[in-house]
């Protein structure tokens, strides 16, 4: 069976690895997270971000709730199409979530539905690039602007995708990534903080290293280090910003394969659009990173069958997420509108394998069985 999902390894994660054992610094924030860090930096430039590593997406977001100061009583706004961190985080510190619809020709946050959603009380606004393509983030940029709205990006699919030529994450006030296993750059778990805004450098530091000023303490800013604010250990060991380096090394040869991938999906089920299908939407202004292709059926009949055929086939295809306003966390304390996009979503998503170790002849096979169930 071809998986939806191979994870890639570059070769070096074990030199790295065993580099931080021969050296003893095993902890957090020590040379390899420093070199992995930079490599981050590099890949986010022209802008200024500071970056720093965390243990996973979801402590990022996390610490961007934190960041903002986010309480009972404001509101923050999130695509009810996502995976549950992208509003947990906010949930976690007493915000009232309020649900945004998804576009209808792609699962993206829809700017008509957040504008309908804003009132003084919104705080932020998180859209997901999902699949690693960006969200309309001109028309949320300007809801930011004309109402002190902060925007932060969850950018856990879309390491080097672009808008209009810019790093996705370094668009927002803050951004973040997301190292699992299931994106294209993983070192198991891990994750990454953007920080686009000077003034939360000090704090972000701060709440990752247990709320104390330790970081400052060995920059020798100040001459004994403790408890200075809220925060958790948001920081990952030195083996994993190993394993992560080892990757990032490699992460032109992985977007490039994912790339090849996705275009030639792209290319050979084009046909599909006129037969009601609806394929992930490309443009110039909005460069994606092959993170998944997927392909939205006309109804849940049609994507169950159309999981049978492909299983048939040796091939799996996946759904992804369930509308979070309707989950068995949630749907007791909904009161807001029908996201009736979000739930096409939910019943008719289903994606294609994508990932870097997939051969040539495996691609062609997967397209002749999608052809195949379609007649064609
Ligand atoms: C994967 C993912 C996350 C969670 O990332 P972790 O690193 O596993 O915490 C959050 N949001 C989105 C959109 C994701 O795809």
């Not at 939806?4 to 997270?33: C, H, M, Q, V, W």
């Not at 903080?193 to 701060?206: G, H, Q, T």
Request: aromatic share 8%; with cysteine; glycine share 6%.
């Amino acid at each position: 069976m071809i998986p939806l999902n191979k994870p890639f390894i570059s070769g070096n994660e074990n030199k790295y690895i065993a580099e931080a054992i021969r050296t003893r610094k095993l902890s957090g924030d020590g040379p390899l997270t420093k070199q992995a860090t930079d490599k981050l930096l590099e890949l986010h430039q022209p802008s200024t971000t500071k970056i720093l590593l965390t243990t996973s997406c979801t402590d990022a977001l996390e610490m961007c709730a934190l960041l903002l100061d986010i309480k009972e009583g404001d509101e923050v706004i999130v695509p009810s199409y996502t995976f549950v961190s992208t509003a947990l985080a906010f949930e976690m510190r007493g915000a009232k979530l309020v649900f945004a619809d998804s576009k209808k020709d792609s699962p993206h946050i829809d700017p008509e539905s957040v504008k309908q959603l804003i009132t003084p009380r919104t705080k932020a606004i998180v859209p997901v690039h999902y699949a690693g393509i960006a969200c309309d983030l001109m028309e949320l940029g300007i809801f930011s602007l004309n109402n002190n709205i902060e925007i932060i990006e969850d950018n856990a699919q879309g390491i080097t995708s672009k808008f209009h030529d810019l790093p996705l994450g370094t668009l927002g006030t803050l951004g973040t990534l997301s190292f699992h296993e299931s994106k294209n750059i993983n070192c198991g778990e891990g994750g990454a903080l953007l920080i686009n805004s000077p003034r939360f450098y000090n704090r972000a530091e701060v709440l990752r290293e247990k709320g104390t000023n330790r970081s400052s303490f060995f920059r020798g800013e100040v001459n004994k280090y403790g408890w200075a604010d809220l925060g958790s250990s948001y920081l990952p060991s030195d083996i994993l910003a190993g394993f992560l380096l080892a990757q990032l090394e490699s992460i032109d040869i992985v977007q490039k394969r994912r790339m090849q991938i996705f275009n030639q999906y792209r290319n050979e089920l084009d046909f599909l659009i006129d037969k009601g299908i609806q394929l992930p939407v490309i443009s110039k202004e909005k460069r994606g990173n092959g993170h998944i292709f997927y392909l939205v059926m006309e109804s849940l009949e049609q994507r169950n069958a159309f999981h049978k055929h492909m299983e048939k086939c040796d091939v799996k295809c996946v759904f992804h997420y369930l509308s979070l306003h309707k989950s068995s966390y949630y749907i007791n304390k909904y009161s807001g509108p029908e996201l009736p996009n979000s739930d096409r979503y939910t019943d008719c998503l289903t994606r294609l394998p994508i990932y870097p170790d997939l051969s040539p002849q495996e691609v062609k096979h997967i397209i002749k069985s999608v052809k195949e169930f379609f007649g064609a």
